[in-house]
């Protein structure tokens, strides 16, 4: 069994295995189905990867026929309003019941720019602007406590505003108010990777110090998994394993922002009968589990956080935010520096 160690000396937990799913519109009847059958066979998530159809939308579409699956959608943190963005990822939290995660991807082009009538940003800003996107987007995600919902009919209640707090984000390209319209999610703060695809033109920031945590991309881009030496699930698993294995041997752990969370097989033609395609790669999870290289097939009812290995997020309450008061503070604040 091999036993990986974090730079404190401490087993670091194994990472979970997933397999990229490319959003092209064609390929949208079977998904449910090859969702279900990846589940079945001990996958432990699946990432979204922008083939045509938003990745959020197909993360949320797959939410209800699945049960234990981790869901990352991989999109853009720049091109977008963050506050929509940070909602979008809240409300596909509440619909997988705690599985939603976020790859975070940079898209800084110039067909992604001019679609939302931006100039490019350039490397060094579209990096910055991702870092923001990111610390608002936890805030947003963090601007409702537990028990904020009242729902009292009778005195037509629906929320404490004492238990709701401002974001109050301001960066170099955009400010973000909040709080969120949508209720806590189950998870309360997202999982947020990074993809080794995306490490360059996210940055330095985002990738060693905001991130929870690294996906480390295992590419089987030209692996026909239909070939007559892969029909067999046992020795398909065992060929994948001699690719798969290698490079998690390789990887370092690490910690926070650097720690391999997730192993993403990416690449792989994923067009053929779901049953015999799950077989195949739930051999080699079971094979890459018996020496420890990936985490244990999610049970129903696991938040992603646990199944990553990260704490679950304690709220972290601001009384100079509070939703009641913080307004109330700062035009009092106002009036007297107009007298």
Known sequence: MTTHRNSAGAAAPAPVL??????????????????????????????????????????????????????????????????HLATQLMSLDHVAAGRAGWLLAVEDTPEAAHAVGREVLGTEAAAQEAADVLTASRLVWDSWAEDAEVRDAERGLYLDAARLQYADFEGATFSVRGPAITPRSPQGVLPVLLADADRAAAGDKVAEQLADGRALDVDLTGLDLTSPDLTDPQAAGEQLRAVVAG?????????????????????????????????????????????????????????????????AAARDADPARRADRARLVAAASTTEESR
């Open 18 to 83: 997933a397999v990229d799913l490319v959003t092209d519109p064609a390929a949208l009847p079977a998904l449910g189905a090859l969702a279900r059958a990846l589940e079945a066979a001990g996958i432990g998530a699946l990432t979204l990867s922008d083939g045509g159809l938003h990745p959020i939308h197909v993360a949320a579409h797959l939410a209800p026929a699945t049960t234990a699956l981790g869901l990352l959608p991989r999109t853009d943190g720049v091109h977008v309003e963050p506050f």
């Open 247 to 311: 490079e998690l041997e390789a990887a370092v752990r690490g910690d926070g922002a650097t720690a391999v969370r997730l192993v993403r097989l990416v690449g792989l033609d994923l067009s053929g009968d779901p049953q015999a395609l799950a077989a195949r790669l739930g051999a080699l999870a079971a094979s890459l589990r018996e020496d420890d290289l990936v985490a244990p097939a999610p049970a129903g009812g696991t938040d992603l956080r646990a199944q990553l290995g990260l704490p």
